[in-house]
């Protein structure tokens, strides 16, 4: 039995292995995140079960069991942790983009256009538009009414 949970183990690290890279470019952070927790997850057991068990001379199928179970929850707590912090940190906070184009008309250098993008997933509200330079900041544009910019809009 101790020779078909660790063939299966190893099985799943091949199979873990090859769908990993196989989609190498169709996968974004989380899946990667995922991915290699659950490799890591079997390399850590197959490492535990065919050599950290004999040096402790545990043969006990139950303490075996048991151990597993342990490093199960401990590899599905981590992964979601992880994904956990990285959706808060994608859903916290605002970033905008900024384009401007500055020209220059009889040696008068002004802001003839501003396009901004939102980057996160939901609404901004835009009070003022300003330059900040190393000295100086420079209003551009004071709005009446706060302009809304959609999520992920231009």
Not at 6 to 27: D, G, N, P
Not at 60 to 69: A, F, G, N, P, T
Not at 117 to 144: G, P, V
Request: aromatic fraction near 14%; proline fraction near 1%.
């Amino acid at each position: 039995m101790f020779e078909a949970i660790i063939f299966v183990l190893i099985l799943f690290v091949f199979i873990a292995t090859f769908i990993f890279w196989c989609y190498e470019k169709k996968r974004d952070l989380d899946t990667q995140i995922i991915g290699g927790a659950f490799i890591a997850y079997c390399f850590i057991s197959v490492f535990a079960q065919m050599y950290l068990l004999p040096i402790l001379e545990i043969t006990d199928w139950d303490k075996r069991i048991s151990l597993q179970m342990q490093l199960t929850a401990l590899a599905v707590g981590l992964t979601a942790a992880i994904i956990a912090f990285r959706n808060y940190r994608r859903k916290s906070g605002s970033e905008l983009l900024a384009d401007i184009t500055v020209k220059e008309h009889e040696n008068i250098w002004y802001v003839s256009e501003i396009m901004m993008q939102n980057c996160k997933d939901k609404a901004t509200f835009i009070f003022a538009i300003d330059l900040i330079t190393k000295n100086n900041r420079i209003r551009i544009k004071t709005y009446d009414k706060p302009r809304v910019l959609s999520a992920l809009k231009k």
